[in-house]
């Protein structure tokens, strides 16, 4: 009898702990949801803007023509410190974090790519930036085509790195929980170092030495900016595939893909019509992030394409 009191009785301690767990993460859940941050300075500068501010980095000669840098998802303005050296040589180079990103605001919603682009518009006109070559990776690829085709007065020309023409699936059981909410924000919690730099390892070609800094991007995010730029990337792409968009617009263009991609599919070049205003390249031996693993190859792309004149966008 006695025993069976006492089995009774874990029995409730076990259950109410497991209640008290379960409460735990859904306040911790609610808690998550709600977090937002303010815009800080680090390598670069706060722009103050209406709404919710930008952090900018912007260097060279003011006089030089402008090249425009934006990162891609769960990134920030570092993932653009080898290119910046090569570019900045001749030219005004201005890197972004975009909202959500890096010291940029993060807000509790807003994160749709036209609202991104936005965003990026106003810190361009806030510093004298306009017609500039613009370059985006990944998701900054989307933010980028948007940015030329609601604010035209920005771009000059366009480069986009290693994104998909059409939105891809969460990769795997592990991606598809982080974007769920309560056991996302667990899997955000319990992740170490190692954890978050293997979750990356598809961002560059096989055998390359993910670096540190993909951890301090990840953990400067919060939650909703996490899950809800990530739905933003793909209701974009839902809406209208990339290559529609960009073959919308009137500048020229250069698409970009490192041939050992594993996040995109470089035969997603194919996609775009073979037209005088929309040209494309490789770049050997790079995966997702040529900018980072094929940094020399990348600014060269990026200073032929910015120095060439004729609209085909070829030197």
Known sequence: MARRTAGRRWTKVALALVVLAAVALVVNALVTSSEKKE?????GRVIELPGDDLHVLDVGNRSAPPIV?????????????????????????????LLGHGGSAK?????????????????????????A?????SMGGSVAVALAADHPEAVDRLVVLD??????PPRGLVERLSYTPVIGQLLRRVATDETIKDGY?????????????????????????????????VAFLEERPLDERVEALAGPTLIVFGDRDRLTEPRDANDYSATPRITKAVV?????????????????LIRRFARSRDVAGRS
């Not at 919603?109 to 017609?131: F, K, M, P, T």
């Not at 598809?202 to 900016?225: C, E, I, K, N």
């Open 39 to 43: 815009a800080r300075t680090g390598v």
């Open 69 to 97: 840098l934006v990162h891609g998802y769960a990134g920030s303005i570092r993932w653009w410190d080898r290119v910046i050296p090569a570019l900045v040589r001749e030219h005004r180079v201005v890197a972004v974090d």
């Open 201 to 233: 390892a598809d961002a560059f070609a096989p055998g390359f030495r993910v670096p540190d800094r993909v951890v301090g991007d990840l953990q400067a995010m919060t939650y909703s900016s996490y899950a809800k730029a990530r739905d933003g990337s």
């Open 163 to 168: 994104m998909s023409t059409r939105a891809p």
């Open 284 to 300: 050997a031996g790079a995966g997702h992030s040529p900018q980072v693993e094929r940094p020399a190859e990348t600014a060269a």
């Open 133 to 137: 070559t613009v370059v985006g990776h």
């Open 107 to 131: 807000p509790t919603d807003g994160y749709s790519i036209s609202n991104q682009a936005r965003h990026v518009a106003r810190a361009l006109a806030a510093r004298g930036v306009s017609g």
